[in-house]
Structures are given as C-alpha cells and as structure tokens.
C-alpha cells in the first residue's frame, strides 16, 4: 500500500487562485465544468498534476483550446504546459446518486449535497487536492426547480434566475481564498430558519438553518446556540465572523458529525434536529457543542488551515479545546469537564495503549480518514489544555492573537502555533513539542512521604511512558500538575494549590509547614491527561471525595476508590464495598451539591474502563462484580435513592433545557438505575409509569434503558410502544438500536443479530450503521461472548458495510484491535476474524490499513 510521509513534504508544484465551477445538476448525471486559473511555483518544468477520482472525464482545454496530449496516471490528470500561468477547463461527469460512500456530490434523502474533507474534492472534479493550495472560488449551479428549489454555495449569493425546462441557476462567490476540502453546495427542497447576528464591528450576518420542511420546528436550538458561539467566540478570542450569510444545512446521511464549510457547513441531522419529545439533554448539549465547533472553526481552520493533513490537530485538537471551553460556559463547568474527561479515557486511552497509537501529529498515514481519531481531537485538545493552563489565561490568549494574525489567509503547521505561543509569552516550549511526536499515555507516580512532628513533607513524582508501536523509547514530557495538600485530621489546606511542571523522568518537591498528616490532591481539574497512581489508601480516597473543594479532584477520588474496589473484587481477591457504599450515601447526602455532580460522581467506571486497569480483561467477571455492587448500593441506599428520585421529580411542569432541569433529571435517571439495580419488585412498574408519564426524550429514554436492562413484561411493551411513536423519526429509531445493542443482558447478541434483519435497519445510513454495530462494539460483555460470535458478527458487518461506505467501516473496528488485552482464546479468535477482514477480496484501503494495523 501507498504511504504518505510527513517528511516528504514538498510545496505545491502549481497554484491555483482562482476557481469557477459550473454544476449541471442531476442525480444521475451531473456535469461539471471547473476552469482554473494555474500559475506555476518556483522555477520548474514539472507538469500540472490534477486528483481526480471515480469520475468521467469528458475534455480538457488549456487556455481556452482543446488538448489532448493530457495522460491519466492512475487516476490523477497530468498535463503538460509550457508557461508560467495558464486556465485550464476540464469537463466530467460523477453519479450523486450512486454515490454511497458520501464522500463528493451525493444524494441524502432527496438533497444534493457534498463532502470534501479529506480528500473528497477529488471525487468532483480534478483539482490539486491538498490543503495549502488555496483558491477564490466562483460557484454557478443549475438544477430542475422543481425538485432543488433551494441551491447553496460558500460565500455570498451574487445572481439567480430562470432556465427553459423547469430549471433555474444561481450563483456563489466566495471572497476569502480556501482550501477545497472546504467547498460546498447543497442542492434541495429545504425549509429555512433564520435568523440574524450584529457582530462586535456591527456588521449584520444574516443566518440560515436548512432543513426539510417537516422538521424547521427542530431547528431553534441549533439556532440559538450558533448566535451564543458567535458572540462567545468574539468576547474570549476576539474573532468576528467575516461573510454576511452563515448557512447551515441538515442531511440524514453524513460520515462525519458536521463540516465546517466556508459559510456553509453542512450537518448530519442528529446534530441540529431537537425539540423535548424526541432528544435528550446529551442530545441537546451535543448539538450546541457541535455547532459551536464548526462555527468556530471558521477561525481555526478556514481563516488559517493547515498546510497538510499531519497537521490535522492543529485546527481539530485546538477547536475542541475551543468547543469544550465554550459548553464550560453554558453550565457547570465541573460536570462538563467530567463528562469530557470520560470520553477521552473511553475512546483516546484505549487508542494510545493499542495498536493503531499515533501522536498527534502523525508521521505516516496510508489513508487520511483513518486519522479523524479521539487521539487527533481529544488528546489534541487536552494538549492545548495544557498549553493555556502553562501560559495562564491572558499570555494564551495574547499567543492565539499572534497565531490568527501571523497565518490569516494562509496554511500552517502545528509548529507555527507551539512558536506563536512561545513568541508572545516569551516561556519555552521546547520540551513540550514533544506532545506532538510523542504516542501513548504518561504514567505518573506519585508517594508522599510526611515525618510526624518534622513539619515537612516529600512528594515523589515520576513518569513513564510505554512504548506505542514504531516508538519503543519515550521521553520525558512536560506534565503541568495542579496540586494542594489536605489534612487528614481537620480537613483544612496545608499547602495551597500549585502547579508543579513536571518534566523529568523523576523530581522530588518538598512541602514545609505541614504540621498533620497531609493527603495528596493532585492533578486537579485533570490539569495533565496522565493515568496517575498513588499510594493514597482508601480512607484518603473517601476523605477526599467528601472534602477536596475541586469537583473534579473530588469526582475522580470516589472514581478511584469504586475502580480499585472493583478490580480488586473482579480480580478475586477481597474487596471493601463498605467504603465506597458510605462514600456514595455521603455524597448523595451532601445537600451543598449540585444534583449534576452528584449524579456524575455516584456512577461506577464503566465496564471497559475497570478492564482497561487490568492486566488480563476478563469481561464476564467484570459484569459480574459491578452489577453485583450497583445492587449492593441499590439495596443498602434504597430509601435514599427513592428519596433522591422523587426529589428530582420536581422539574416543573413542562421541559425546560437549563443547567439547573439537566442537573436534576440527570440524578433521577441515575436513582432509577439504582432502585432497578436494587432488584425492588416496583422497580418495572416505576421505570414504565416514568415512561409513559415522561413529557421529554431524557426521561422516556432513561426509563426504556432501565427496563430494557431487566427482564419484565414492560421492557417488551416500552420497546414496541416507542418503537410505534418514533416509526418515522430516523434519529429517535437510532436510540431504539442503540439501547438493545448495549442492554447489560445475556442475549444481546441474539438480538443485535435479530435487529440486522429489522426493516428499518440499513447500513446505508451510518447513523443507523453506528447506532446498532457500533453501539454493540462497546458493549464489553456481550461483544467478547467467548464463542467469538460478537466478533464474527462485527467483522461481518465491516465486511459488508465496506462496499457501501469504507470510511465509516474502518472507522467502527477498534474493538477488534484489542485482542492483546484479552485472554488467549479470546486473543485468537479476534486475530482470526482481523485476519479474515485482511483477506477480504476488493477491501479499501481504508479498511485495510485499519485491519492491518491492528494485527501488529
Ligand atoms: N467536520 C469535521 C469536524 O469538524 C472535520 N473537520 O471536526
Ligand atoms: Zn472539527
């Protein structure tokens, strides 16, 4: 297979300034006319070297005369030109509709849309697809009006008007020169919400949510949380937005979540579409964020981009760590803060420690969609987390100036913004680069050590990183911990926070003046995307998950003390439950707490987190000791969770979206799992009168998830009754998949296996795709039946979804990759089914890299 090599970069042989693009539209043939204006780089006499792919190409003129001493090499269009600045007009024709891979021009339930990130320009027309050539781009489309009344590009609306035979035209242009992986158009009967936003200089941009007309009442949300991240954006980065339309358009097929198009980004729909009857408040939390991040990227990305796709974290690590700042803002910044931390240890942790690691800035790649990774865009957040937290807030900020103002208009790298920071701080940042070389997850230990009546204690740090594939050695890495010293006896400080940099491999800090024994808070708001161990014992954990004033700090001791508890008890060997039960009521019972935070903090680490601390996964042990503790919980809390559920019943009348009304939904939803794990005989009936009682989609599904998990005659009904209310809703069927396919039961696998064969499963959708065989990829126990069929049944799908839609294939395969953490029967047959998936005939590259990677 063909890798591409960060070292070979070269600059662009040809640029290409300015672009016109003329569509004839039609689902089955549309014809594409694209004239660009070429001018040749430094001296040299290479040929222009156009990508192209899948489509059929029809002519070729060079300067307005037909040639045709241009050569296909593979599919790339090579033409020979003698001058230093030429137009070249080539004409082809692609098949929207036939276009499965949703990658290109391609059809979403009657709409014509695009994608073009990565690499999907390509599939258009042929162009120097890469991101550091930059171009103005002059879009004409015209279509049957009947069908595509609506017709959008980037930029501004310049003309429009009438064509003979039902059609109409109009055209775009886009002031701001951009990389064609930012192009777009859309194409359809498409309702629209507007709406308006006066900018800091007091420029009104007009806004648009499109959607299908069915749906514009969905739309407010989305709309509202795009003028909060388009006022948010200029207070904390000073960035304006600079067209007069902003558009944003809804389709039901879309690999990705969203893409931030110059002034047209286009959405999958699960992140627009939401009214209280059919998304929950993850739902709607989600959609802000995700429009905050692609309205944001029109800075951190579009404005300046970057120079080649190595560099891919520079504008994704950098606009999450943007959007994740922004939803802080919305609410409870600790709860947030958790719930990201969460994810990174669900999805990045386990990508480090396995067998497709890869730094944030990779050095190789054999497909570029392989690269849109929890380690590209959550470590890559984390990393600029640590960045701001090293610079302190205004040299950070005074540092992201620089950068804007340096590249504005141009492609960088990651190293321009490391050394704009550094430039406008004035702090090194030499040994911190190594982030961005560097795979895999630091592990830091940390021993205190106090001497009764000394007044000093030692606190010993060190790190380690293990080796990750193609890098056995590890350097030290600058590690900013935020730190503070309890007392054991009177709860008050003894030392006060402080973040220490660590940035050797071992460093010993001192404390004076601490006069009782101190316990060890540290790495506080996770201040370091490190896997820290101690040697706090349990009593300090529980001291500190009723007593550190940082949430997060307090979140993640009683985190630590159900784990160890958990491993312990999963591994055989004795364990307290005493302990983490009394710290669960306490908390429960700790009426200065925000219901948000005590819900996230009573819940037990997932399943795959407690196998990610073991030597050996031994899935079905695992299962078996926390269902056996959330029962323990439930039953000796009981009259408390029963108390905190009708507590939170309170929510009022109707559906407010407030950070107060999630907080509160959030801890009842969590006491009904308990009351459900109890194993209290109206546990059944009080899920399903919540359900039917429920006015909001949080409820209603928080209740079908708790009885889906037992086994009473209302899981049936819950599931048929929601399954008849949402028949025509496609997001809403999504969470009907999705809650079978990760129920904690014994025949899960059976009914994934039972649903592949619904009706309204496809796996043309990737929505729906993921929605069953992704979810059931994460279900631990149920994916590693130790018969190997959840394997056998997730390799099928990838098989099978690989002819349809390979990027959203290869993405659903890690689960297969982690057949080193399991035991040896486990480890062959997940080896025989990778094996299988390699030997596939015809497979993509995508796939295959994924596949083969993951054997290694
Ligand atoms: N659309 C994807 C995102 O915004 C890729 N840029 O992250
Ligand atoms: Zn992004």
Redesign the pocket.
Known sequence: PHVTRRADYTPPDWQVPEIALDFALDPAATRVTATLHVQRGDAHRRPLRLDGAGQTLLSVKVDGVAVNDWTLEGETLVVPLSGSAHVIETSVEIAPERNTQLMGLYASGGILCTQC?AEGFRRITYFPDRPDVLSRYHVRMSADKARYPVLLANGDPIASGELEGGRHWAEWRDPFPKPCYLFALVAGDLAVNRGSFVTMSGREVALGIWVRAADIERTHHALDALKTSMAWDERVYGREYDLDVFNIVAVDDFN?????NKGLNVFNSRYILADPDTATDYDYDAIAAVVA??YF?NWS?NRVTCRDWFQLSL??GF?VYRDQAFSADQGSAAVKRIEDVRGLRASQFPEDAGPLAHPIRPDEYQEISNF?TATI?NKGAEIIGMLATILGREKFRAGTDLYFDRFDGTAATCEDFVASLEDASGIDLTQFRRWYGQAGTPRVTASLHHTEGSGRAELVLAQRTPPTPGQEHKLPLVLPLRIKLFGAETAQTVAPEQTILLTDAEERIVFEGVTERPVLSINRGFSAPAILETDRTPADLAFLGAHDDDPFARYEALQQLMLDTLVAAAGNNRADTAAVIAAVAGTLADATLDPAFIAEAVLLPSESFIGDQMAVVDPDAIFRTREALRREIGRTLERDWRAAYDASQATGSHYVYSPEAKGLRRLKSVALGYIAASGASDAAALAFAQFEAADNMTDRQSALTTLVAGDSAERIAALDIFYNRYSDNALVLDKWFSVQAMAPRDDTGAVVAELLRHRAFTLANPNRARALIGAFGVNQRAFNAVDGSGYRFLADQLIALDRINPQTAAKLIAPLGRWQRYDATRGSLMRAELTRIVKTPGLSKDMFEQASKSLD
Do not use: L, Q, R, V
């Open positions: 990130e990705f979540g969203a893409m931030e991040h692609e990227h990305g504008k994704e606009t849109y865009y």
